[in-house]
Nanobody, 126 residues
Framework: VQLQASGGGLVQAGGSLRLSCAAS????????IGWYRQAPGKERELVAG???????FYAEAVKGRFTISRDNAKNTVYLQMNSLKPEDTAVYYC?????????????????????WGQGTQVTVSS
């Protein structure tokens, strides 16, 4: 499975960005997908996840501002980010879990994800 993340950029605080992660290889609809981010000097953290069945998870820091969605026909997952804050500045990565643990299962541990995209930089200026 190969993942290509895109959509990052520089935006002012309060602005919006939509990240995309296009997958190739394998059967996309079988995967749970997560968006992680890593800020300079910090550990990588799970921001949002979506299960095969469409259930979602959000970190407390982004609840109400970010929305994860998937389009299985396009083999793509999206992360809509609204009301961006300077603390959202990070490299954002998409990752897939191919284990098919459960239709509504969303891995919360980094090591449960099998494949990772290359990351896309999001910078939010104050």
């Amino acid at each position: 499975v190969q993942l290509q993340a895109s959509g990052g950029g520089l935006v002012q605080a309060g602005g919006s960005l939509r990240l995309s992660c296009a997958a190739s290889g394998g059967t996309f609809s079988n995967y749970a997908i997560g968006w992680y981010r890593q800020a300079p000097g910090k550990e990588r953290e799970l921001v949002a996840g979506i299960s095969r069945g469409g259930s979602t998870f959000y970190a407390e820091a982004v609840k109400g501002r970010f929305t994860i969605s998937r389009d299985n026909a396009k083999n793509t997952v999206y992360l809509q980010m609204n009301s961006l804050k300077p603390e959202d500045t990070a490299v954002y990565y998409c990752a897939v879990d191919t284990s098919r643990n459960g239709y509504y299962y969303i891995p919360r541990i980094e090591y449960d994800y099998d494949y990772w995209g290359q990351g896309t930089q999001v910078t939010v200026s104050s």
